[in-house]
């Protein structure tokens, strides 16, 4: 008798919850697969560890590019595309200030300040790195997140502003047009093609022991760990602190009630640009500095992810950002484990729709935050 | 010269009027009740004083200054507090935030009024951490209520306050508003529960159709024949 019922429940579980059997099967033979690979030696601990180190830097640059775009889409409401684009803008501005702070007096400061177009150039050269040109780095990192606050600023007077009382259908296509404008702008300034920027060699590194063997620590990914964590402590505290954060969160949460109450929206709309561009900015420079690579595509080819980590988080939430830029970092970067490296991307998305099936409003949802 | 001065009001949303030649006053320190109909525009009366409709003609005079057409942002500066009908907290802060962003437009939240509002809403105290979106109707309600009091308005706009209540609690709001008035609040109150809100104000008007139909004493119309019948069910 019991043994039938068991049998029944069982069976009834498995008719009724196939897509959660299936998420089991799966999660179960990863498991197994992990385990046996460790054991065997297939998999060392020491490339482990430095696949989840890597997708946890990867995690922190999505998670603070996805800050901004959850910020503007909370308080005003549409999804702009553009967002990538406003983050290959900080990495440019930021990288040419490097440049020129790094090597005037010996090269011409358009070559300079083009971030070296046309092999003019080369980051390697001027010894861009946070311990070989400090200054350079910093005055790099606080450009981009200026020039970023800038764009955003005008973009929004001239192109958005005008259109706020329309759909958010109007906003979100023409910030599709905004995105391939930017995007082509900046290749016309300053080329098509992917230059180094760092002195890759000479950026001090560590190599941390891991049972096994070591994995890499540099002093970049220190740098980005410092940055994006201050940063986003530093959003964190302005929203649950300050006057006109918790104004933010009203004017996300009831636009209508927060005017009646006399705030001001225009203002808080200002604030939120350039909060979540400036964000962005420094974003894009951190990403540039750390990976040592700089293209126009950049931006463009990481939003898709950011999107991704901010659905998955919450869209609106700013802990859900940051949380689900790290769940997509950590497996776009860990599914090399299972997978071909080619299907980083993918599998990040393949867990960002998984979850979403699970939690369609995402994890953080009902926090929203602004 | 009252201080609410509604005359010939003309308003709406968009090409849609809704409101015709409405006339009304609320003096310093009264309490004055909107009755009538679903749909009659009692509502949108509220809503035009605070500059939430299209002022289509007429004028709304506070306190001797014209503010038709003043932009919700600002009417909050003039003196005048509103609480909406739907959606009139902040779900995502906590209740002490809530009652802070009452108080946005000053440089500091000022406290006497804030312990004012914990004093007559013991509630929101004890609550002043919980996030507001997740306490009751009679609660929210209440922190609506002491949202708008944090500027110590000289005239309260309540937009159907017993709305969604338990019956015990419908009681217990009424009594609210009436400290609330008698401690020098001017009160314009629009109500579905039109007896009760006849039986406790100074001065009512029974609004139709968009258009004044009566205006007397609450105690006049509740027990006037033509205004029992048409509107008070008998």
């Known amino acids: 008798m019991s043994v039938s019922e068991t049998y029944v429940r069982y069976r009834r579980t498995l008719s009724e919850e196939p897509l959660a059997i299936g998420v089991l099967l799966v999660a179960l033979w990863m498991a197994w697969s992990l385990v046996s690979g460790l054991l065997t030696g297939g998999i060392q601990i020491s490339s482990l560890a430095s696949l989840i180190w890597d997708g946890l830097l990867r995690g922190l640059i999505i998670g603070l590019a996805g800050i901004g775009l959850s910020m503007t889409y909370s308080i005003l409401n549409f999804a702009n595309f553009a967002h990538g684009d406003y983050l290959t803008t900080g990495a440019f501005a930021g990288m040419g200030t490097s440049y020129l702070v790094a090597g005037i007096g010996e090269n011409s400061v358009g070559a300079l300040l083009l971030v070296g177009a046309g092999g003019s150039v080369f980051g390697g050269a001027l010894g861009i790195g946070v311990t070989t040109a400090p200054i350079a780095v910093v005055l790099g990192a606080l450009l981009a997140g200026i020039v970023t606050i800038a764009l955003a600023l005008a973009i929004d007077r001239f192109v958005y502003r005008p259109i706020r009382d329309e759909s958010g259908i109007a906003l979100l296509i023409t910030s599709i047009g905004v995105a391939f404008a930017l995007r082509y702008l900046l290749q016309f300034v300053y080329g098509a093609g992917v230059r180094g920027t760092t002195a890759a060699g000479s950026v001090p590194r560590v190599n941390v022991p891991a049972i096994d063997g070591t994995f890499r620590v540099t002093a970049h990914d220190i740098s980005l760990v410092v940055v994006a964590g201050g940063l986003m402590l530093g959003v964190h505290l302005l929203l649950q602190r300050t006057k006109l954060g918790k104004a933010m969160r009203a004017m996300s949460d009831n636009e209508d009630l927060a005017r009646i109450t006399g705030i001001p929206t225009e203002r808080v709309i200002r604030t939120t640009w350039i909060v979540g561009a400036g964000l962005t900015g420094v974003a894009g420079y951190m990403f540039v500095l750390w990976k040592g690579t700089l293209g126009f595509n950049d931006g463009w080819l990481l939003l898709l992810l950011v999107f991704a980590a901010v659905i998955l988080g919450g869209i609106g939430s700013i802990y859900g950002a940051i949380g689900g830029g790290i769940i997509i970092g950590l497996t776009a970067s860990v599914s090399v484990v299972w997978i071909p490296s080619e299907f980083g991307r993918a599998a990040a998305f393949l867990v960002m729709i998984v979850i979403l099936l699970f939690k369609p409003e995402g994890i953080f949802s009902g926090r929203t935050t602004a | ?234």
Request: glycine share 10%.
């Open chain 2, 1 to 234: 010269m009252s201080l609410l001065e509604v005359r010939d009001l003309d308003a709406g949303y968009g090409d849609l009027q809704i409101l015709t030649d409405v006339d009304l006053d609320v003096d310093d320190e009264e309490y004055v009740t909107i009755v009538g109909p679903n749909g009659a525009g009692k509502s949108t009366v509220m809503k035009s004083v605070f500059g939430l409709t299209t002022h289509m003609g007429g004028t709304v005079t506070f306190d001797g200054e014209d503010i038709s057409g003043t932009k919700p942002e600002d009417v909050i500066h003039k003196g005048l507090g509103y609480v909406p009908q739907n959606e009139n907290i902040f779900a995502e802060l906590d209740v002490e935030e809530n009652l802070e962003m009452g108080a946005y437009i000053l440089d500091e939240v000022p406290q006497e009024e804030l312990r004012k509002v914990y004093d007559r809403f013991p509630i929101l105290e004890e609550r002043k951490h919980q996030q507001a979106g997740t306490m009751s109707g009679g609660q929210r309600q209440m922190l609506a209520m002491g949202r708008a009091l944090m500027l110590d308005p000289d005239l309260l706009l309540l937009d159907e306050p017993s709305a969604g209540l338990a019956p015990d609690l419908v009681d217990e709001m009424f009594d609210k508003i009436d400290e609330i008035n008698e401690s020098g609040t001017a009160v314009l109150m629009v109500e579905q529960n039109a007896k009760e809100a006849l039986r406790r104000c100074d001065r009512g008007y029974v609004l139709a159709n968009g258009q004044n139909r009566f205006e007397d004493e609450g105690a006049v119309l509740l027990h006037d024949e033509e205004v029992r019948r048409e509107f008070l069910g008998g």
